[in-house]
T-cell receptor, first 111, second 112 residues
Framework: AQRVTQPEKLLSVFKGAPVELKCNYS??????LFWYVQYSRQRLQLLLR??SRESIKGFTADLNKGETSFHLKKPFAQEEDSAMYYC?????????????FGGGTRLMVKP | DGGITQSPKYLFRKEGQNVTLSCEQN?????MYWYRQDPGQGLRLIYY???????QKGDIAEGYSVSREKKESFPLTVTSAQKNPTAFYLC???????????FGEGSRLTVL
């Protein structure tokens, strides 16, 4: 069975500090991983996916198959980064090839 | 404003009553999904549909039912058999079954 774990429910940092949101997964095949973000009063939306290897809003995430991790990082946090972040894995489960979401991490960036 | 529209945003119901949540999309997406969002548990898949007149159970389908009579619409019925129906429900769609998901604003259901 596939599983996504985000160990921190809440992460609080000061503006300008580095931020790392942790995501670990378990999956027997070759995973495709995503980060989704939900800003206050906005819809849940895709932030980035590992296959595109791009930086969005200063965030990057590297897939580490050895550690089965896909941590989201940003060197200098901004107040507008405050949001709920979900890590997700696309793989086969009992519903077919579906996205499995982690429990989410709320990031608070303090001024 | 194109995208996915969910209604109502807030809904209250008494125990024992069925309630239907609406989800409409104008993105011409083939796949549609219903997720349930509970604090600390992330999003859990209830049902999904890849094409019209076809749908599959997700991880937590018990107590829910859906229909997909039109490509644009994927309503979810929360039946009285759902033991813990108070939750935030999210509808999503994607061009393909493994593509990027586009979400609605959600519907919050409270059972009194």
């Amino acid at each position: 069975a596939q599983r996504v774990t985000q160990p921190e429910k809440l992460l609080s940092v000061f503006k300008g500090a580095p931020v790392e949101l942790k995501c670990n997964y378990s999956y027997s095949g070759s995973p495709e991983l995503f980060w989704y973000v939900q800003y206050s009063r906005q819809r849940l939306q895709l932030l980035l996916r590992h296959i595109s290897r791009e930086s969005i809003k200063g965030f990057t995430a590297d897939l580490n198959k050895g550690e089965t991790s896909f941590h989201l990082k940003k060197p200098f946090a901004q107040e507008e980064d405050s949001a709920m972040y979900y890590c997700a894995l696309s793989g086969l489960n009992n519903a077919g090839n579906m996205l499995t979401f982690g429990g989410g991490t709320r990031l608070m960036v303090k001024p | 404003d194109g995208g996915i529209t969910q209604s109502p945003k807030y809904l209250f119901r008494k125990e024992g009553q069925n309630v239907t949540l609406s989800c409409e999309q104008n993105l011409n997406h083939d796949a549609m999904y219903w997720y349930r969002q509970d604090p600390g548990q992330g999003l859990r898949l209830i049902y999904y549909s890849q094409i019209v007149n076809d749908f599959q159970k997700g991880d937590i389908a018990e107590g829910y039912s859906v229909s997909r009579e039109k490509k644009e619409s994927f309503p979810l019925t929360v039946t009285s058999a759902q033991k813990n129906p108070t939750a935030f429900y999210l509808c999503a769609s994607s061009l393909q079954i493994t593509g990027e998901l586009f979400f609605g604003e959600g519907s919050r259901l409270t059972v009194l």
